[in-house]
């Protein structure tokens, strides 16, 4: 079968004959009918391969740590030769699938063959992704509509971690996919959302649907401008869904916070903070991961393990079904961030080109 993969020493991405994978105990056959590219996400990804060794440091710092260590345990020699075998181990791409199921491993008994589902597989013809990351899609969400259940997930779990209340003011810094879907689920939930971003398509974009957009490429003062219009008082929460290198990001956020706001982050940028900003507010700063609890914890993942949902009301899992359901009411409208669609054929010739 084909699979897009990158190798992250070079850059380099290639659509690949790979092995097609079997069913396993707990996880879920899938043969893929979309699958989506979140620009963002992948286009760092891609950048970060392309980038010399130099570069790839000053990308990931908290990983000089780790490197420095190693050489000390086992020598600079083996930590060179352990570094390369990393990047030159193949990446694969995606983490967006729909599809029908073709097989379902031992353990899992409330999914068929045949059913449409949606996973963070990744871009390929076939992928298997344990059950807990694959969810039912409800049958009037279109395959377009879901494959935007997963980075809506991962928007849905940022708004959790904010608590806002209705009709709190809340501020989304970045207004890419994650971004407008982050901005667009706090708008139908009755949230009062002020988006933010450099990039006049995606300003529009987000005015079209009713969000307060800001344009920094106009030259607009952020803080002014958002403390203009919350009379003063400042955003109750900002999520940041950008990704940014930008020192004065995580200032301008405190500073045009309310007093005891929170910040969520959400993208990646530069987290050299400014004490002050945050201590004299006492504003709450949280990262998201991902979709929610139980992503990357191999217990729930691999070994199927479900959190009660008396305790953990919203897994991964229960965030995929909340979004399907947004969308399954028409509440949450996808269709306008879809910029283009490309066959999968097409796909093979382009890369064989």
């Given at each position: ?5 990158q ?12 092995l ?12 893929t ?99 807990n ?36 003011t ?46 920094l ?13 919350t ?28 007093q ?66 947004f ?13 283009e669609r ?12």
């Amino acid at each position: 079968m084909k699979q897009l993969i990158q190798n992250l020493n070079t850059g380099e991405t290639v659509l690949d004959d790979v092995l097609t994978p079997q069913v396993r105990p707990g996880h879920v056959l899938i043969q893929t009918r979309r699958s989506l590219v979140s620009l963002g996400t992948e286009r760092m990804l891609v950048e970060f391969g392309k980038a010399n060794l130099l570069a790839k440091v000053r990308q990931q710092p908290d990983k000089v740590k780790q490197v420095l260590a190693k050489i000390q345990s086992d020598g600079l020699l083996a930590t060179v030769e352990a570094v390369r075998r990393k990047l030159n181990q193949p990446l694969p791409l995606g983490y967006c699938n729909v599809g029908t199921v073709l097989a379902v491993g031992d353990g899992v008994t409330d999914i068929r063959i045949g059913n449409r589902v949606v996973s963070n597989g990744p871009h390929a013809e076939v992928v298997c992704v344990a059950r807990n990351l694959v969810a039912l899609i409800p049958d009037s969400v279109s395959d377009d509509e879901a494959a935007f259940t997963v980075v809506g997930a991962i928007a849905l779990h940022s708004i959790r971690l904010l608590n806002a209340s209705i009709g709190e003011t809340v501020v989304v810094i970045g207004l890419g996919l994650i971004g407008l879907l982050t901005a667009e689920l706090l708008r139908i939930t009755g949230h009062r959302v002020i988006g933010i971003d450099i990039d006049e398509s995606r300003c529009l974009l987000a005015a079209e649907r009713g969000i307060t957009s800001l344009n920094l490429g106009l030259g607009t003062d952020p803080v002014k401008a958002v403390m203009a219009l919350t009379n003063e008082v400042g955003a109750d929460g900002v999520i940041i869904t950008a990704s940014a290198r930008a020192d004065e990001l995580l200032s301008q956020t405190a500073r045009m916070s309310r007093q005891k706001g929170a910040v969520i982050l959400v993208g990646v940028i530069d987290l050299s903070m400014n004490r002050a900003d945050f201590y004299e507010k006492e504003l709450t700063f949280r990262i998201s991961c991902s979709y929610g609890p139980g992503r990357y914890d191999a217990d729930y993942e691999q070994k199927g393990q479900d959190y009660p949902l008396a305790y953990v009301r919203w897994t991964a899992n229960r965030n995929f079904q909340a979004v399907l359901q947004f969308l399954a009411t028409g509440q949450l409208q996808v269709m306008p961030f879809i910029t283009e669609r490309v066959p999968w054929s097409t796909i093979r010739k382009s890369m064989a080109t």
